[in-house]
């Protein structure tokens, strides 16, 4: 099996992270690296014996740069073969396996998530896996055969360093919440990349979202516009259309977006989700 790289960011999520690396740990296959990238401070981060954690701090002028501080874990692997991680995932003791199998240079290599209705206690996947549900939109994906590549997204994926540099990497220009993921899917379909799943899981840990999520509303609309100039087509369509039905902005039919005005206490405080997903 060949020797791999894990890379994963965090802001705030000490326990998420705690859960996640002892998720690591018990794998079949344990990764030659793990870079953790810290978009706030390195307070309250602990590591567990036995694996080689790697802690870097990313300091930018925006409170949430995803796409920068996944650029940075990249840089930072060790190994050709790199599988990013959310934070709030406790991954499969067979996960990392089963995407090296089938990871080259041609593909990206992703897998199904569960997600828990509660932030676990530990980090193990074996006894957590029968708490978890399917997200209804995933179940179907088919495994094994490529895959349209909007189904990407950035919870969990396998990619060869060489791979990640023709594609160019994330685009920094999008910072805070929201098209950094989807941008990059529409950068790996332009450069004739293919996604691929595996059937194996990551389970999600639960953590309080909005839905829409109109706690990054700022963000939304900057990285929508952004990915509307670069592409010729508006993503996160399902968000922006509920802020449009809330009143906090207008589409013309260019697909032009006008903020009328910004989300309400109320409006942020009534957006909250229980849903597991």
């Not at 692997?77 to 934070?87: H, L, P, Q, S």
Request: charge should be negative; include cysteine.
């Amino acid at each position: 099996m060949p020797e791999f790289s894990i890379v994963t960011i965090v802001k705030g999520r000490r326990k998420q992270l705690a859960n996640l690396l002892d998720s690591i740990k018990a794998s079949t296959n344990l990764p030659y690296d793990i870079q953790v990238v810290c978009m706030d401070d390195l307070d309250g981060i602990a590591t567990p014996n036995g694996l080689n954690v790697n802690i870097h701090l990313i300091k930018q002028i925006h409170e949430l740069p995803l796409a920068a501080a996944r650029n940075v874990g990249m840089t930072a692997a060790k190994t050709g073969n790199v599988i990013f991680i959310d934070v709030d995932c406790i991954v499969s003791p067979t996960l990392f396996a089963n995407m090296l199998m089938v990871l080259e240079a041609e593909n990206i290599i992703t897998a199904y998530p569960l997600y828990l209705p509660v932030l676990p206690d530990t980090g193990n996947y074996g006894d957590l896996k029968h708490k978890a549900v399917t997200h209804p939109a995933r179940e179907r994906i088919p495994v094994g055969q490529p895959v349209e590549h909007l189904q990407f997204w950035s919870l969990i994926f396998g990619i060869q360093k060489q791979t990640f540099e023709k594609i160019g990497g994330f685009d920094e220009s999008f910072v805070g919440y929201g098209a950094e993921d989807t941008d990059f899917a529409m950068m790996f379909h332009k450069a004739d990349f293919k996604l691929i799943f595996v059937r194996d899981y990551v389970l999600h840990q639960y953590h309080d979202k909005h839905d829409p999520p109109v706690n990054h509303f700022h963000s939304i609309i900057e990285n929508a516009t952004r990915y509307q100039q670069k592409w010729d087509v508006l993503p996160m369509q399902r968000w922006l259309k509920a802020f449009e039905e809330m009143g906090l902005i207008k589409i013309d039919q260019a697909d032009n977006i006008t903020v009328s005005q910004k989300p309400t206490d109320s409006q942020i405080k009534n957006s909250v989700s229980k849903h597991p997903y």
